[in-house]
């Protein structure tokens, strides 16, 4: 080779985005390697180089653009150095299968639909991105990768389903045995196809002992390719960054501040939309709306992090005591609290709270919300009472459909709630699931026998 070629590679390999880790800027690596290790092996968040802005042409014309035109561009910018245009047009057609609508449902309040997915939540955007993203990855190679997820429920619904039928792809899910609802369940046994359900005799713990072990035995990594897909992979959050600029797509007055309130667990989807902003998107405020877990919403008051085991509430996936997506919030604005503060705001509700939310709106605006949603909503209305600014854009995030929580919605309201047919469809098909045992012999054999 002449070296005239060398500069050539160098100088293409150096256009193409670098991610680096949270817990040291100077640990760069690929795309590629982000993707498919997932975890920086310091214990860091892989985050991107550069977050580069948008002109204002974009957003001027913004409103004409469907939600997957603003996928391809939103992702061109993020992912365009490493992936080329066709190809990327590719994953988005094959991710971002359905809408995410705004709904307006009073003067200032609108409720930004994320469940018009598969799995009913907004987890379908990142997984089905990453699937369609790592099989992308793979596309030269013959050999199957193996995704192993460790799921108490919705997480594993979504992967599996992100990875349906994507090439060159098993899917193993291990969750507990009866300690999943019957809706979960049926959710992750009913697939078929690429996606292997295998249900632990165990804890939820249990299950990701197994996979911890799964990545740090040697010898079954040197006999099959085995990736994870857990929520911390820059291709599973990155792409949740499109429906924030679709919200402001499809907001009526441009002209007036857009606040969007977003209930928060492990901060993945606040975390995307602080990017989006960096991106250049007019968003004057994110609200983090939590629920008792409210480790976030004190450091915004505080200062002070402190992490703390989690308590059960009625929005369950947002129990989380200690978010994992905290570190890059801290790395977006060099650990600045002022700065932070000046761009989150955040409230905590109670279960009560949370269920006179779920009451308040549907009788004021004929509105079915989930208790996530609920809680997103409360804290939206402590923003404008707080600040006194009625003429917002105000955008409450609808992170699930209210059926997949019908028992507490049913309750709370005394209604009977309809369930969507593409829940209802895998309700009556016949659970599909592996016994195995919590030992990690067994887990092995079964992997070594699949591949
Ligand atoms: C996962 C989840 C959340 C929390 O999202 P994070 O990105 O972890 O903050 C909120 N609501 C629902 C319905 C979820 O499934």
């Known amino acids: 080779m002449n070296t005239g070629a060398i500069c050539v590679i160098r100088v293409l390999s150096e256009l193409k985005m670098k991610y680096y880790s949270t817990k040291n800027k100077n640990y760069k690596v690929s795309f590629r390697d982000a993707v498919l290790t997932g975890i920086s092996p310091d214990g860091g968040l892989f985050m991107p180089e550069e977050i580069s802005e948008f002109d204002a042409n974009f957003f001027k014309n913004i409103s004409e653009l469907s939600l997957k035109e603003i996928a391809f561009g939103v992702s061109e910018k993020l992912f365009g150095s490493d992936i080329k ?62 995704i192993l997820v460790a799921t108490s429920g919705d997480t594993g619904s979504a992967v599996a389903n992100g990875f349906y039928k994507v090439d060159g792809i098993n899917v193993i899910l291990l969750y507990p045995s009866e300690k999943v609802s019957k809706i979960q369940e049926q959710q992750l046994t009913t697939l078929g196809e690429n996606i292997t359900a295998l249900e632990i005799l ?8 197994l996979v911890k072990k799964a990545f740090a035995d040697q010898e079954l990594n040197s006999k099959m390719t085995l990736s994870s897909a857990n929520s911390i992979n820059i291709a599973r959050l990155l792409p949740q960054s499109f429906y924030y600029f679709n919200a402001f797509a499809r907001v009526k007055d441009k002209n007036l501040p857009t606040v969007i309130s977003v209930p928060s667990g492990n901060f993945g989807n606040l975390t995307a939309g602080l990017i989006a902003k960096k991106m250049g998107l007019p968003v ?23 992490s703390k085991p989690s308590v059960k509430t009625l929005s369950n996936a947002m129990d989380v005591g200690n978010p994992s997506n905290f570190v890059r919030i801290l790395d977006l604005y060099n650990h600045d609290h002022q700065r932070i503060k000046k761009d989150i705001y955040s409230r905590s509700f109670s279960d009560e709270e949370t269920v006179q939310a779920i ?55 005394n209604i009977k709630v309809e369930i969507p047919e593409r829940l209802a469809k895998c309700l009556t098909k016949e659970k599909q699931s592996i016994k195995i045992s919590k030992h990690y012999n067994d887990f092995r054999e079964f992997l070594l026998n699949t591949k």
Request: with cysteine; aromatic share 12%.
């Open 85 to 146: 245009t066709s190809d990327l047009e590719k994953i988005v057609n094959a991710s971002i299968t359905f809408d995410a609508p705004l709904v307006q449902i009073s003067c200032n309040i609108n409720v930004l639909e994320l469940f018009h997915g598969p799995t009913l939540a907004f987890k379908d955007f990142g997984a089905r991105f990453m699937a369609n993203t790592i099989s992308y990855l793979n596309r030269n190679s013959d050999k199957e990768v193996n």
């Open 284 to 306: 004057k405020k994110f609200i983090a709306a939590t629920n008792s877990n409210d480790v976030f919403t004190k450091y915004i008051d505080t200062s002070v992090f402190q």
């Open 202 to 209: 165990g804890t939820f713990d249990d299950c990701q002992a």
């Open 359 to 413: 009451k308040e709106v549907y009788s004021n605006y004929n509105y079915l919300i989930d208790p996530h949603g609920a809680v997103g909503f409360l804290a939206l209305k402590d923003y404008v009472a707080e600040t006194a600014n009625k003429n917002i854009n105000g955008v409450v995030v609808e992170t699930a459909h209210h059926s997949k929580f019908a028992e507490i919605v049913e309750n709370v309201l």
